[in-house]
Structure formats: structure tokens, C-alpha cells
């Protein structure tokens, strides 16, 4: 098994076997994101990576999870991918689940029936980052989509058959506008998109990106923690997805919230209102560990 610098995955993926079959991003442009700026995209001869799941064989024995990365796997041609899932479902018969991130441009390239061929092949998950569902602000932050065409990839993962896990960015657009202006456009997208998955993070500033820059320059202003928590709040009481798993338990979160709306809906907002009020604990910064 062969890794090419800094290796990311989502919180969920901690115990899936991760295979590196592309380097970096394709848009890697995300004013917000330092993920993989030491990087430039590529995608892995097919040779290598099957060599990485023989490998992968001979050391683990068995797999029942694996996390296909970098950042933005699939864009790389469709049927090198197939053949990726064939072999990952040939060398480990007790595979469960085989995932991925998908951006919103490489999920575009791809046609309805070659997403669909995915999913045949094994590729159950999808993890697909919105960040916001406000147009202006998916310029602002160089997303390279507008809401619509992030709306349409998807629905497109979606009507794969494929386990769409969306992730929000609260605070983005900055103190004193998120509130009011771009999660309602987020609220609309995601009840349109009807993920299976909503997790909501918090914007914390990453050195070396353009945002980053624009804070040590005064043009950005983070949001408070009781911005943080009235975002919150606002996704709680709008989003209408049935039986969505809802989650904003990342260490970037003031307040850990886990569970299923509209189901816990009340419980939420009873949680948030206390935190506002203060009479709920919410983390310090030191404990949010940034």
C-alpha cells in the first residue's frame, strides 16, 4: 500500500481500509480548503492500485470497510473504477461498504448510467460537500458550481441508488450574513436534494488559503458561537428530509448534535435554545479542538 502526502477521509470512514487512487483534487480551488494544496490531481495508474488491494489482502487478511481517496475519486474514468470495485469485492467477500468523495464537477462529468453502473458494482456511499446552498456564496468561496448545478449532482448521486452524505459549512459567508441570507438557500437545496446524510461543520479558518488570508487581513469576520448556534437552528427547524440523519458533532461544532430528523427535531431545538440561553454548556474553543 502506497500513500502520496497528507491522507484525508470523512469522521465517518475511521475504521474503512483507505485506498489511494487519486492524488488530490480535480478543482482543488476552494478559497476555504488547504486540503490538498501540496498536490497536483492525478489519478493513479489502474496497475498500482490493484497492486495496493493484493497488498492490502496479504496484510489485513479481511476487509469489511474501505474509503476510496483523495479527494475527488470519482472523476477518474468510470470503468477503471468498476474494475477498482470488482477487485475490492473479489479479494474481500465480507466487504460491506465501499465509499467515496464525489465533488460536484467530477459527479457531473459522469452520465446517470454510469453513476448507476457504480452503485451496481459496490460503490454504496458518496460523501458530497454543498458547503452552501446560496449561490453568490458558491462563487464567493470559488465552489466552481453554481446552486443549480450543485443541486444537480446531487440528485443525480441520489437517483444512483448511491447513500448521498451532504456536508454544510456553517459560517462561511461571515458574521452577520450567514443567518440571514444563505441558509435558507441551503435549507431549499438540501430538501430538494433529499440526502440520506446532513452533516452541518463550522468554518475554521486552514493557513495558506485565500480566506485564511482575508482574516489576517480584517475583509472576513468569523462568525460568534451564537451565530454558530442560531445556523444551526435555522437547518433544524427547515430542513424537511424524511428520516435524514442529521449530525453537527464535529470537533468544529459548538454543540453536539446526533440523531434523525424530523424525529428529533424538538429535542434538537430544545438543546439549541438552551445553549443560547446559556443554560446548555457549549464548547470553548480550546474544546473544540482548533
Not at 465533488?103 to 458518496?126: F, H, M, Y
Not at 428530509?241 to 448534535?257: D, E, K, R, W
Not at 443554560?279 to 474544546?287: N, P
Request: glycine share 8%.
Amino acid at each position: 500500500m502506497r500513500y502520496e502526502g497528507d491522507i484525508y477521509r470523512p469522521p465517518g470512514e475511521w475504521r474503512s481500509y483507505l485506498l489511494q487512487a487519486t492524488i488530490g483534487c480535480s478543482h482543488n480551488a476552494c478559497t476555504f480548503c488547504g486540503m490538498y494544496k501540496g498536490k497536483k490531481y492525478r489519478v493513479r495508474p489502474l496497475e498500482e492500485i490493484l497492486e495496493d488491494i493484493d497488498m492490502a489482502k496479504a496484510y489485513y487478511g479481511e476487509l469489511t470497510r474501505v474509503f476510496i481517496c483523495d479527494g475527488d475519486a470519482i472523476a477518474m474514468p468510470t470503468d477503471d473504477l468498476i474494475k477498482i470495485l470488482h477487485k475490492l469485492y473479489e479479494n474481500f467477500p465480507m466487504l460491506q461498504r465501499v465509499t467515496i468523495y464525489a465533488s460536484p464537477n467530477g459527479t457531473l462529468d459522469k452520465t446517470a448510467e454510469e453513476l448507476k453502473a457504480l452503485r451496481e458494482a459496490g460503490l454504496g456511499r458518496a460523501y458530497l460537500g454543498v458547503e452552501t446552498g446560496d449561490d453568490a456564496l458558491l462563487k464567493a468561496i470559488n465552489k466552481g458550481v453554481n446552486a443549480e448545478q450543485m443541486l444537480k449532482a446531487g440528485k443525480m448521486l441520489v437517483e444512483s441508488g448511491m447513500d448521498l452524505w451532504t456536508i454544510i459549512l456553517l459560517g462561511l459567508a461571515g458574521a452577520g450574513e450567514s443567518e440571514t441570507q444563505c441558509i435558507p438557500n441551503t435549507i431549499k437545496m438540501l430538501n430538494e436534494m433529499l440526502p440520506q446524510h446532513i452533516s452541518a461543520m463550522t468554518y475554521n479558518p486552514v493557513p495558506n488559503t485565500k480566506l485564511y488570508r482575508d482574516i489576517q487581513e480584517g475583509k472576513f469576520q468569523m462568525i460568534s458561537a451564537e451565530e454558530a448556534l442560531l445556523e444551526t437552528k435555522m437547518l433544524v427547524e427547515g430542513i424537511n428530509v424524511p428520516g435524514v440523519h442529521f449530525t453537527s458533532n464535529h470537533a468544529s461544532n459548538y454543540l453536539p448534535l446526533k440523531g434523525t430528523l424530523p424525529d428529533d427535531r424538538e429535542k434538537f431545538l430544545n438543546l439549541l435554545n438552551g445553549a443560547l440561553h446559556g443554560d446548555v454548556h457549549i464548547r470553548t474553543q480550546r474544546g473544540r479542538g482548533i
